[in-house]
């Protein structure tokens, strides 16, 4: 069974701190994304990779970062949470295909309350 | 741009009844499309998708959607409504030539009455 997991469910934060949310795949998938999703505002894409090392800025990449020095893990970087981050945070995988796009696969999500 | 409008953002139907989810998006080429379920405090599954050929696609738990290029629509629909049917819904597409990215529409929380 096909499967991103994402590392925590819950996470309580102080406003400051540096938070890290992580993402693996067991799918050999080229491309991750992290998407946050707040009410009435559906899912907004914050950076995607589509290889070890990229990264793309989507369409909210601001008070974020990420990393993906494996091809299985895919992080979000918080550098200095601030409550406006609180937030429901989804984690995708989609492999790659020529000039196609299959449907992805999401992890659980990890709430994220910044206080 | 591509766009996806997921016009209720609420709909409530009695367990039993049927069940029309709209959903239109704005794309220059035949789009990707998708309707995702989102259960609570859980990720999204995907319900059904459509990328070519017959535009009446059946997906899983019961449900289907129908393509329809004159109105750029892509609605969702269920023949009897469950219970554990209750959730947001949302709607996607994808473009060709991208990097798998999807847009999502704002989604439509759906409640059953028993």
């Known amino acids: 069974d096909v499967k991103v997991t994402q590392s925590s469910r819950y996470l309580v934060k102080r406003t400051g701190e540096k938070v890290f949310l992580e993402c693996v795949q067991d799918?050999?998938?080229?491309?991750m994304f992290w998407y946050r999703q707040d009410p009435g505002l559906g899912l907004r894409l914050i950076y995607f990779s589509y290889d070890v090392k990229m990264k793309e800025k989507g369409d909210i990449p601001e008070g974020y970062s990420v990393s993906r020095e494996k091809k299985e893990r895919f992080s979000l970087i918080l550098e200095s949470a601030s409550t406006n981050q609180t937030s429901m945070y989804l984690c995708?995988?989609?492999?790659?295909?020529?000039?196609?796009?299959?449907?992805?696969?999401f992890g659980q999500g990890t709430r994220l309350t910044v206080v | 741009a591509q766009s996806v409008t997921q016009p209720d953002i609420h709909i409530t139907v009695s367990e039993g009844a049927s069940l029309e989810l709209r959903c239109n998006y704005s794309?220059?080429?035949?789009?990707?499309l998708f309707w995702y379920v989102q259960s609570p405090g859980q990720g999204l599954q995907l319900l059904l998708k459509y990328f070519s050929g017959d535009t009446l696609v059946q997906g899983i738990k019961g449900f289907e959607a129908e393509f329809k290029r004159s109105q750029s629509s892509f609605n969702l629909r269920k023949p009897s409504v469950h219970w554990s049917d209750a959730a947001e819904y949302f709607c996607?597409?994808?473009?060709?030539?991208?990097?798998?990215?999807?847009?999502f529409g704002k989604g439509t929380k759906l409640s059953v009455k028993p």
């Open positions: 995708a995988s989609t492999p790659r295909g020529s000039f196609m796009v299959t449907e992805a696969f």
């Open positions: 794309y220059g080429a035949t789009p990707y």
């Open positions: 996607a597409v994808g473009a060709r030539g991208s990097q798998g990215n999807l847009i």
């Open positions: 799918m050999d998938h080229e491309n």
